[in-house]
């Protein structure tokens, strides 16, 4: 394929200007990046998964009060067109979050002593 019909097979890009977070205190919040969910048994906590397309990734858990801010990122996109949306959320200091981590149970393997 020649350049010329790889330039007229794509579309236009939009683009969307930077909006500066509204009047957030950088000293009280801390930026999380990750992919927005629901959380499945309460309304006010969401879920940010950090590598969505990664079998070795880990979530946050955050109340929704928590977060002063939240930005859109671009997405992610696997080559099988997958895509998933990504945001930039702030949460307060201090604030509870939980991390998870994933992993599967095995016995660890030990050393030989020689």
């Known amino acids: 394929m020649s350049i010329i019909n790889f330039l ?7 683009i969307q200007s930077y909006r500066r977070p509204r009047d957030i205190d ?14 499945p ?10 590598d969505p397309f990664s079998p070795n990734t880990l979530y946050y858990e955050f109340r929704i009060e928590d977060i002063g801010f939240a930005e859109e ?8 067109g997958d895509s998933v949306p990504m945001a ?9 979050g939980v991390q998870c981590t994933p992993f599967i149970v095995d016995e660890i393997p030990r050393p ?3």
Do not use: M
């Open 8 to 14: 007229k097979l794509k579309e236009k890009f939009e």
């Open 26 to 39: 950088k000293n009280n919040y801390i930026p999380f990046t990750g992919s927005p969910r629901k959380h």
């Open 41 to 50: 048994r309460s309304t006010n906590k969401i879920f940010l998964i950090v």
């Open 73 to 80: 990122q671009p997405n992610i996109t696997t080559i099988d």
């Open 88 to 96: 930039r959320i702030w949460v307060k200091k201090q604030s509870v």
């Open 112 to 114: 030989k002593i020689e």
